[in-house]
Structures are given as structure tokens and as C-alpha cells.
């Protein structure tokens, strides 16, 4: 099983950029389909972005579209999350997501990097 470990989450101020990374080890992640969530404070984790394993496609929640980009890297293992323009909506616990392409559910995760958004 591969093993997931994000990093980059920070209080930042509305309107500021951050940038979240998510490595993997254990094995490569060019046969997996990625995504990221989040878990707001008191809230259900929620769907933010996912990526297939080429990169060719992706999709994003409305909450987020226009302003988040997910990107990837297979030769650096590492899959990437550019977040502009942040609200204090976007204060969470992001998670990292892996599947293969034969999984319907996504059942590998990190352990979560919190960002905090100050208005």
C-alpha cells in the first residue's frame, strides 16, 4: 500500500496564496488516480480536487473552481495543490487521496495539513 504524507498548510491572510504538497512512498504513483479534501471545524470532510494519474484530466469542487489548481508529479512521486485568492470558508484540514483505477472509493489518505484562512 502506498503511504501518504502532506505538508505545506499555514494561517495565512484572505486573499493570500498557499501551496500544499502531498509525497508518497512505498511504491510509485503513476498507477493511481489522486485527489485532495478538507474538513472544515465541526464539518463532514468534503471533495476539493482530483487528478488522474496522467494528469490529462481533472476536476474540482464549485466552492474552489477558478481559484485552487491540482497538479501532480510522477517523477518527483508528489502531487501538488496551488491554492490563490483563500477565505476564511477555505480554514481546514486538507487531506491527501489515492485510488487505483480499478477502485471506485478513494482508501488511502494522509494525515492532514491544516491551513488556517484570517479574515
Known amino acids: 500500500q502506498v503511504q501518504l504524507v502532506e505538508s505545506g498548510g499555514a494561517e495565512v491572510q484572505a486573499g493570500d496564496s498557499l501551496r500544499l504538497s502531498c509525497t508518497a512512498s512505498?511504491?510509485?504513483?503513476?498507477?493511481?488516480?489522486m485527489a485532495w479534501f478538507r474538513q472544515a471545524p465541526g464539518m463532514e470532510r468534503t471533495f476539493v480536487a482530483s487528478?488522474?494519474?496522467?494528469?490529462?484530466?481533472?476536476n474540482y469542487a464549485d466552492s474552489v473552481k477558478g481559484r485552487f489548481t491540482i497538479s501532480r508529479s510522477n517523477i518527483k512521486n508528489a502531487m501538488y495543490l496551488q491554492m490563490n485568492s483563500l477565505k476564511p470558508d477555505d480554514t481546514a484540514v486538507y487531506y491527501c487521496a489515492a485510488k487505483t483505477i480499478l477502485t471506485a472509493q478513494y482508501a488511502t489518505w494522509g494525515q492532514g495539513t491544516q491551513v488556517t484562512v484570517s479574515s
Open positions: 487528478i488522474t494519474r496522467n494528469g490529462a484530466a481533472t
Open positions: 512505498g511504491q510509485t504513483l503513476t498507477s493511481y488516480h
